[in-house]
């Protein structure tokens, strides 16, 4: 779900293609359910729109394709199914999807030295706010009945095969139409077949020069007014339609389409039980969220994901390489959501289970701090584990504010620094045995033994403990005899003074090179260490609270601010205190409060806890698009998809690597 949404609220409208970076808008239901005129293009990549004009008559559930440099809408609602095929000039381009830039392309799986976005000195930061405008064209389009249809037709789609475009599906006011109509003007129309399941709002798309129609709604009979799971195929080369399969469960309003050579169906709605025999199901409002890959030598659906906003009766085009669903419906009413999809394959392949998910292949560790437990989650967002429980006791004290925690010795241990507990335990894992304690419960201090609101645990490879003991401004390093190995900077000294003075560090991870990076919430510092004490570098960010800083590459880092609503952000940067990019949503579902941790996935995205919305959140960089979340949106709790308060995360691969952090675990 992208950073920025639509001007006002928008579904069943009709949207194609319109050049370089841009869909172009025409129709559909505006919030007040009423039929609108205006045609705008919108860009992909900033948000923005344009009006470009208005056309004849205000229509929705239209079909659209361009012909001879002509955008043809075929019939529609207005209110009632009309026949009218209104005509206007198409923008230059438009019809034809646009290939992905290569910023736009999925990261490279995350190795030594990669970046999630290229940046680095003297070049002008990415920054991703959502922040749009919508402004008129100069010269308005004016749009005109050009045209009628053989009769009129709704709640249809048309697709466009090399010179032809074929109109398939939908409804003449009266009942269904199961004629698919050719033409090559817009004007001229012939039968090129029939479908043996006629419905309405069937999602269509083409593959390999065949058009496949998913579900639909049916229309008369006693299936009427419900959604069907058959999947039919018309080949145009045989003139021949036929029903090749079903999908999972019946499906009307969904979005087909076709991206890398793969076929999808995202979102749509289905039917409600039957509350007696004599009250049979009937249509829901209610939108699905589920994706699903068809594959076409099987003729099966295989689970490929989800959306992260159930949608039905959205506008769907492909271009710059992916899918895109604007705006639609759920539970009647229209949204202004844009959401995208594009194919990565370290999400998992269509049919896996967890497929879809940004952690595919891994177990996420989360460290849930409002509820005092840790949590593991498998791809599919399922809680296989937790801790405490009543098969593994808190260690003495209790187990009170995890804010962090990590996989150590290749994945049989997990230690959690304990905040405001001022402790640290090293638990088994899975058996939750407590193995090691550091720390007095509920009792800050300085002195050896004692911490102060500690942050950052990790276990080093040589089973020294390094942490961030906030409030005594100090780095330590602790033996497994819980003696002090040694520290970074003097205990209470707390101001940036490079070697010897830290001001409250809230941050200390490993590097590969052995060293460590420190940030300092006074002062907004990030600086990399020796072990024993000798300062490499030190820059100040021009952010307000640094969190947690990650390294990217030679010289590229990432870091979150922790900023309250609407404020926070993920930043990348670089040792001369440049930030090269930003994703800090002003507007949308990527809106964050307080996110503490953001590491860069080995499938190319940035998870980060986002703390105070109560939820786990995944980002795509180039886009700043929402791609997934675990937790309920600014909702507390302690229930399956409810986090409170999530502080840290860890991925566990099932050789016992830790692949965000491998200088430790």
């Known amino acids: 779900m992208l950073p920025w949404t639509l001007g006002s609220a928008l579904s069943r409208e009709v949207v194609l293609p319109g050049g370089?970076?841009?869909?172009?808008?025409?129709?559909?239901?505006?919030?007040?359910?009423?039929s609108t005129s205006t045609i705008f293009s919108l860009d992909v990549s900033t948000g923005n729109e344009t009006v470009l004009g208005r056309l004849a008559f205000g229509i929705h559930d239209s079909a659209a394709g361009v012909i001879a440099g002509k955008v043809e809408l075929f019939g529609g609602g207005s209110p009632t199914t009309v026949a009218g095929v209104e005509q206007f000039q198409a923008p230059l381009g438009a019809g034809t999807s646009t290939p992905a830039p290569s910023s736009w392309l999925p990261a490279s799986p995350m190795v030594p030295g990669s970046a999630a976005i290229p940046g680095g000195p003297g070049n002008s930061p990415v920054v991703i706010t959502g922040t749009k405008t919508i402004t008129s064209a100069p010269s308005p389009v004016a749009a005109s009945v050009a045209a009628n249809l053989p009769r009129p037709r709704s709640d249809h789609s048309a697709v466009t095969i090399g010179p032809t475009t074929y109109v398939v599906g939908g409804y003449d006011g009266r009942g269904p139409d199961a004629e698919i109509w050719a033409t090559t003007d817009g004007s001229h129309y012939t039968v090129a077949g029939t479908l043996p399941m006629p419905v309405r709002y069937g999602a269509v798309t083409v593959h390999d020069g065949r058009i496949y129609i998913f579900g639909g709604e049916s229309v008369g009979g006693p299936q009427n007014g419900t959604a069907v799971a058959s999947?039919?195929?018309?080949?145009?080369s045989t003139r021949r339609a036929r029903v090749i399969g079903s999908l999972a469960q019946p499906l009307a309003g969904a979005a087909a389409f076709e991206v890398a050579g793969?076929?999808?169906?995202?979102?749509?709605?289905?039917?409600?039980?039957?509350?007696?025999?004599?009250?049979?199901?009937?249509?829901?409002?209610?939108?699905t969220d589920a994706?699903?890959?068809?594959?076409?030598?099987?003729?099966?659906?295989?689970?490929?994901?989800?959306?992260?906003?159930?949608?039905?009766?959205?506008?769907?085009?492909?271009?710059?390489?992916?899918?895109?669903?604007?705006?639609?419906?759920?539970?009647?009413?229209?949204?202004?959501?844009?959401?995208?999809?594009?194919?990565?394959?370290?999400?998992?392949?269509?049919?896996?289970?967890?497929?879809?998910?940004?952690?595919?292949?891994?177990?996420?560790?989360?460290?849930?701090?409002?509820?005092?437990?840790?949590?593991l989650l498998t791809p599919g967002d399922q809680v296989t584990w937790s801790y405490p429980s009543v098969f593994a006791a808190a260690p003495p004290g209790g187990f009170y504010f995890p804010d962090d925690a990590f996989f150590a010795n290749h994945g049989t241990e997990i230690i959690s620094?304990?905040?405001?507990?001022?402790?640290?335990?090293?638990?088994?894992?899975?058996?939750?045995?407590?193995?090691?304690?550091?720390?007095?419960p509920l009792t800050p201090g300085s002195t050896p033994g004692y911490l102060s609101w500690p942050d950052d645990a990790y276990v080093l490879?040589?089973?020294?403990?390094?942490?961030?003991?906030?409030?005594?401004?100090?780095?330590?390093?602790?033996?497994?005899?819980?003696?002090?190995?040694?520290?970074?900077?003097?205990?209470?000294?707390?101001?940036?003074?490079?070697?010897?003075?830290?001001?409250?560090?809230?941050?200390?991870?490993?590097?590969?090179?052995?060293?460590?990076?420190?940030?300092?919430?006074?002062?907004?510092?990030?600086?990399?260490?020796?072990?024993?004490?000798?300062?490499?570098?030190?820059?100040?960010?021009?952010?307000?609270?640094?969190?947690?800083?990650?390294?990217?590459?030679?010289?590229?880092?990432?870091?979150?601010?922790?900023?309250?609503?609407?404020?926070?952000?993920?930043?990348?940067?670089?040792?001369?205190?440049q930030l090269v990019y930003r994703l800090q949503p002003t507007q949308g579902p990527g809106r964050m409060n307080q996110p503490s941790l953001t590491e860069l996935l080995p499938s190319g995205v940035f998870m980060t806890n986002d703390d105070y919305r109560n939820r786990m959140v995944a980002f795509d960089p180039p886009t700043?698009?929402?791609?997934?979340?675990?937790?309920?949106?600014?909702?507390?709790?302690t229930g399956s998809g409810y986090l409170n308060t999530p502080d840290g995360f860890d991925l566990l691969a099932p050789d016992g690597t830790t692949p965000t952090h491998l200088a430790t675990g």
């Open 461 to 577: 490879k040589d089973g020294e403990v390094t942490v961030a003991d906030d409030r005594n401004c100090r780095i330590l390093f602790v033996n497994p005899d819980k003696t002090i190995a040694t520290q970074i900077a003097q205990t209470g000294r707390c101001a940036h003074q490079p070697p010897t003075g830290l001001a409250e560090p809230n941050g200390d991870t490993p590097l590969a090179d052995g060293n460590y990076l420190v940030s300092e919430i006074n002062g907004q510092w990030i600086s990399e260490y020796t072990k024993s004490g000798q300062l490499v570098w030190s820059t100040h960010l021009d952010i307000h609270y640094p969190s947690d800083p990650q390294q990217l590459g030679p010289d590229l880092y990432l870091v979150s601010d922790y900023a309250q609503f609407p404020g926070g952000a993920i930043d990348e940067f670089n040792r001369e205190g």
């Open 262 to 287: 793969h076929m999808y169906i995202a979102g749509g709605v289905s039917n409600t039980p039957a509350a007696t025999p004599s009250s049979p199901a009937k249509l829901s409002d209610a939108a």
């Open 20 to 34: 370089a970076s841009t869909l172009l808008v025409a129709g559909g239901l505006d919030a007040s359910q009423t």
């Open 231 to 236: 999947v039919q195929l018309f080949d145009p």
């Open 624 to 637: 700043g698009a929402l791609v997934w979340q675990y937790g309920t949106t600014d909702t507390p709790g």
């Open 291 to 375: 994706i699903w890959a068809w594959d076409p030598k099987t003729n099966q659906p295989l689970a490929a994901g989800k959306l992260p906003l159930p949608v039905a009766y959205g506008g769907t085009a492909t271009t710059y390489g992916r899918a895109w669903i604007v705006g639609g419906e759920n539970q009647g009413h229209p949204l202004n959501s844009i959401e995208m999809a594009l194919p990565n394959p370290r999400f998992g392949t269509a049919g896996a289970s967890g497929a879809g998910s940004p952690y595919f292949g891994y177990k996420l560790l989360v460290a849930d701090r409002g509820n005092d437990r840790l949590l």
């Open 417 to 440: 620094n304990q905040e405001r507990n001022h402790t640290l335990v090293i638990i088994s894992f899975p058996d939750g045995k407590v193995l090691w304690q550091y720390g007095h």
